[in-house]
């Protein structure tokens, strides 16, 4: 399995305060990714990363910013949590293809 | 609009036959695909791939093909097999480009023993 682990594995927190997930890698890949997952959207990206301090944004980027000062650390914050970014969040790491390696996930619970 | 589709959301199949999953695309710029299989409470994990340039790969039981013309590919699956069952994800990628990989909704296949 890749070396990819996201902490906290669950989250429950309030309306309006702001969280962090965090992704490690110890593959040393390039490219690393946010995804949710949500019941009929399947996943979608949220932001990615093609190295350190580049990151670009995905299908549905808004609420949430993403930083990379390291080439295994990719955190994703959401500035204020709102109910509707209750979901599972994954995060995955590739290096240039074919495909990309996913983590365990981690459960958000906007209450 | 949703780039990568997967337009039948649930399967059922017996076990010891064939199972074909769908996926239809609208970018034309896309040039990789990829199949992911995934289990309740665990990430996806990465099935069978299939470049631009080809229209059939196959792994053991699994085969993907390709039809670029009608931007659409499909994962058959010979023999299923219960433990088959999970959510299959298509996904796709420009692979000259950012790579930057873009997911159905998910097919919910059930293997009935």
């Known amino acids: 399995d890749a070396g990819i682990t996201q902490s906290p594995r669950h989250k429950v927190t309030e309306t309006g305060t702001p969280v962090t997930l965090r992704c490690h890698q110890t593959e040393n890949h390039r490219y690393m990714y946010w995804y949710r997952q949500d019941p009929g959207h399947g996943l979608r990206l949220i932001h990615y990363?093609?190295?350190?301090?580049?990151?670009d944004k995905g299908e549905v980027s808004d609420g949430y910013s993403v930083s990379r000062s390291k080439t295994e650390d990719f955190l994703l914050t959401l500035e204020s949590a709102t109910s509707s970014q209750t979901s599972v969040y994954f995060c995955?790491?590739?290096?240039?293809?074919?495909?990309?390696?996913f983590g365990q996930g981690t459960r958000l619970t906007v209450v | 609009d949703q780039q990568v589709k997967q337009n039948s959301p649930s399967l059922s199949v017996q076990e010891g036959r064939i199972s074909i999953l769908n996926c239809d695309y609208t970018n034309s710029m896309f040039d990789y695909f990829l199949w992911y299989k995934k289990y309740p409470a665990e990430g996806p994990t990465f099935l069978i791939s299939i470049s631009s340039i080809k229209d059939k790969n196959e792994d053991g039981r699994f085969t993907v093909f390709l039809n670029k013309s009608a931007k659409h590919l499909s994962l058959h699956i010979v023999p299923s097999q219960p433990g088959d069952s999970a959510v299959y994800f298509c996904?796709?990628?420009?692979?000259?480009?950012?790579?930057?990989?873009?997911f159905g909704t998910g097919t919910r296949l059930k293997v009935l023993a």
């Open positions: 996904a796709a990628s420009e692979t000259s480009g950012t790579y930057k990989y873009i």
């Open positions: 995955a790491i590739s290096d240039r293809g074919p495909e990309a390696f």
């Open positions: 990363s093609y190295g350190v301090k580049d990151t």
